[in-house]
């Protein structure tokens, strides 16, 4: 294959692994489960310059939980401009100060920032799934816009050359394009997952509580039934 053509191709691929990229990290930022990528985007504030997150805490998950993050200040003045470059990316996180064991309540240094991800509702569910749609068609167009570029750059880079290496240029360009929309669709059929088992556990949690409830003021109107009823003993 003609070295320009080999070139052209990597140019192609590099734009598209890109992009591609550039859909998973977003998609990321739709917080259901708590992972690492959703605090990238922090900055923090911190003697009047703005630093990366990485630079002033680290974290980790939540023991036994997958939907909290542990945030630990390396600095203590640092635990509130923490708060708020957390509070301004993802205004949806639940946000707490929390002690840590054993640590002295008044002392900042014995804080940590723990920060729980919404439940999928109704609402959210319908957000999130809306707005994988629009991530995902902006993907896809970017994806497409750069395969139509290439492939009209081809048959420019092949004058003269025969049916057969146009062809196997045209192919291996189609390759790369398949292979970026594969992964695309991957990423997305994930997070789509991702939120719909979150659903499904809210659906479940909502059962549950209503079902109690239910039991709960039967038996309090059996109890009341029981209590009016009319004996001649309670005469």
Same mark, same amino acid.
């Given at each position: 294959m003609k070295a320009s053509i080999v070139q052209l191709l990597d140019s192609a691929k590099k734009k598209m692994s890109g992009y591609a990229a550039l859909f998973n990290?977003? =998609?990321?930022? =739709?917080?259901?489960?708590?992972s690492p990528e959703a605090l990238l985007p922090v900055q923090v504030e911190v003697g009047g310059e703005l630093l990366p997150i990485e630079q002033?805490?680290?974290?980790?998950?939540?023991?036994?939980?997958?939907?909290? !993050?542990?945030?630990?200040?390396?600095?203590?003045?640092?635990? !509130?401009?923490?708060?708020?470059?957390?509070?301004?990316?993802h205004p949806e996180f639940k946000i707490e100060i929390k002690d840590l064991e054993d640590g002295d309540e008044e002392d900042l240094e014995n804080k940590y920032i723990l920060a729980t991800m919404p439940p999928v509702d109704d609402v959210r569910h319908d957000v999130l799934t809306d707005a994988i749609g629009v991530l995902s068609d902006a993907c896809d167009a970017k994806i497409k816009a750069t395969f139509d570029y290439y492939s009209a750059q081809i048959p420019l880079e092949l004058v003269g050359a025969s049916a057969e290496d146009l062809d196997e240029a045209k192919n291996a360009l189609q390759e790369v394009h398949d292979s970026h929309d594969d992964l695309c669709k991957q990423f997305r059929a994930a997070k789509e997952k991702e939120i719909e088992d979150a659903y499904q556990q809210f659906l479940a949690e909502k059962a549950e509580k209503q079902a109690k409830f239910e039991e709960e003021v039967a038996a309090r109107n059996e109890q009341a039934a029981q209590q009016m009823k009319w004996t001649p003993e309670s005469e």
């Open positions: 990290y977003r =998609l990321m930022n =739709l917080c259901v489960l708590a002033v805490a680290k974290a980790r998950n939540a023991e036994g939980r997958e939907d909290q !993050f542990e945030i630990y200040p390396l600095d203590k003045d640092w635990l !509130f401009p923490i708060v708020k470059g957390i509070a301004d990316v």
